[in-house]
């Protein structure tokens, strides 16, 4: 970002805590997503399982985006 685009140092900060505490959510989400892999479930328990887990990689690949937009506010 430009100078002229920098968000506050407040808004920065907070917004780090909140991709922190992000990312702890969704490692949550995806540890229960592997255990629940590994029950060996059938047919629609092992799509939701999938459809689970994709949303989750998802999710990480967000946040991680928004914390290296942050990184460069540095």
Same mark, same amino acid.
């Given at each position: 970002? @430009?100078? *002229?685009?920098?968000?506050?140092? @407040? $808004? +920065?900060?907070?917004?780090? #805590?909140? #991709?922190? =505490?992000? *990312?702890? *959510? %969704? @490692? +949550? %989400?995806?540890?229960?997503?592997?255990?629940?892999?590994? #029950?060996?479930? @059938? &047919?629609? &328990?092992?799509?939701? $399982? &999938?459809?689970? =887990? +994709?949303?989750?990689? =998802? #999710?990480?690949?967000?946040?991680? &985006? %928004?914390?290296?937009?942050?990184?460069?506010? *540095?």
């Amino acid at each position: 970002m @430009e100078k *002229s685009q920098q968000l506050a140092p @407040e $808004v +920065t900060k907070q917004l780090r #805590a909140l #991709a922190h =505490d992000l *990312s702890n *959510s %969704i @490692e +949550t %989400i995806m540890q229960a997503c592997y255990l629940l892999a590994q #029950a060996n479930l @059938e &047919g629609n &328990g092992k799509k939701w $399982v &999938g459809l689970i =887990d +994709t949303a989750a990689q =998802d #999710a990480a690949r967000i946040n991680r &985006g %928004i914390r290296e937009i942050l990184r460069s506010q *540095s």
